[in-house]
């Protein structure tokens, strides 16, 4: 699984990004997947995750009621809607694919991920 994120930028405290996670091969809609996120100088922290069947995504307690992860399996892309931006938000985020196909189970610790993209540059100003 090869990931490739994109739609990162500088935005104004307050402003919106969309990001993008485009994926290749035909099992992408078997993998949960995931955004996390590091700031200079932090370590590496779980954003949202979503399951292979899109239901009952889950949030890190800051991001909640801001952020929105999506996924479109026809497409094989996952999305991450960010509002509300907080110069705090400000990282590179990564998306990432469950190390396993057909997980039961959205987890926050980034050693059970075993794809990741690139990472896109996210600056919030205040």
């Known amino acids: 699984v090869q990931l490739q994120a994109s739609g990162g930028g500088l935005v104004q405290a307050g402003g919106s990004l969309r990001l993008s996670c485009a994926t290749s091969?035909?099992?992408?809609?078997?993998?949960?997947m995931a955004w996390f996120r590091q700031a200079p100088g932090k370590e590496r922290e779980f954003v949202a995750g979503?399951?292979?069947?899109?239901?009952?995504?889950r949030y890190a307690d800051l991001v909640k009621d801001r952020f929105t992860i999506s996924r479109e399996n026809a497409n094989n892309t996952v999305y991450l809607q960010m509002n509300g931006l907080k110069p705090e938000d400000t990282a590179r985020y990564y998306c990432?694919?469950?190390?396993?196909?057909?997980?039961?189970?959205?987890?926050?610790?980034?050693?059970?991920?075993?794809?990741w993209g690139q990472g896109t540059l996210v600056t919030v100003s205040s």
């Open positions: 990432a694919a469950d190390s396993t196909r057909w997980s039961m189970r959205i987890t926050e610790d980034h050693r059970n991920y075993g794809y």
């Open positions: 091969g035909r099992t992408f809609v078997s993998y949960v």
């Open positions: 979503i399951g292979w069947s899109g239901g009952s995504p």
